[in-house]
C-alpha cells in the first residue's frame, strides 16, 4: 500500500492523486523524499499518479507542495473534470437566485424573476446546461449568436440548451474545441451579456412601487 494521508481518484479517467497532510515543519521539508519513495513503489503502475502534499506551514520550495486554496483546481485541471457546482458558477447571472440539488444536478430559480437553469452530469465530464429565460433574453442570445460568429448551445423558443465535454487536458468541447478560459469567456460575453440586462430590469420593474 501507499503510505499517504488520501487518495482520489476518477471512475472515467485513469488518473489518482495523493496527497500527504505533513503534520511538522520537518516533514514539510522533507516532501520531496517522500515523493521519491512514492515514485519506487508505484513505477509499475499502469495508471497516471500524481503526488503532493498539502502545505499549511510556512514557504518552502518543492513542486510536490500546494497550498489547501490550490487543491480542487489541480484536481480540476489535471484529471479534466468539472464538478456541476462550477458549471453554475459559470452561469450564475447576476440575480438573486434559489439553489436546488438532486442526484446529479443543480437547479437555480431566480427569486424575482422567471429565470431558471438546470445544469445535469453523471461524471464530470459530460455536462448539459438548460435555462428556461424571458423571451427577451433568448433574441438577445440569438442576435449575439449572429454577431460573434460563435455558436455556443442552442436557442429554442425561450429555451436555451449547451451541452459539451471536457476533455483530459482541460479544454471545453462543444461544436468545436477551446480553452476553458476561452469558454468562460464565451458564456460571459454571450450568455451573460444578454440575461443580466434583461433579467436586472424585470426584477427593478417589479421591486419598483
Known sequence: SV??????????????????????WDAVKSVDDKAEEIKEVLEDIDKEVYYAA????GDHESEYLVKPEEIEREIRETAGVLSPS???????PKIRTEKEFEDGEIRLRGK????????????????????????????EIKNSFMN????????????????????EDFGI????????KDFKD??????????????????SARNSL
Open 112 to 139: 424575482e424573476t422567471d429565470f431558471r437553469i438546470a445544469v445535469s452530469s453523471r461524471n464530470d465530464i459530460k455536462h448539459r446546461v438548460e435555462a428556461v429565460l424571458p423571451e427577451k433574453a433568448a433574441s
Open 54 to 57: 498539502i502545505n499549511t506551514f
Open 3 to 24: 503510505p499517504v494521508d488520501a487518495v482520489v481518484t476518477h471512475e472515467k479517467r485513469e488518473v489518482a492523486f495523493l496527497f500527504d497532510i505533513p503534520y511538522s
Open 86 to 92: 462550477e458549471v453554475v458558477d459559470i452561469f450564475q
Open 173 to 180: 468541447r462543444t461544436e468545436q474545441e477551446k480553452s476553458f
Open 186 to 203: 464565451s458564456v460571459k460575453s454571450i450568455f451573460g451579456s444578454s440575461v443580466n440586462p434583461v433579467l436586472g430590469k424585470k426584477v
Open 148 to 167: 460573434s460568429h460563435t455558436e455556443l448551445g442552442k436557442v429554442i423558443d425561450n429555451r436555451f440548451v449547451l451541452e459539451f465535454e471536457v476533455t
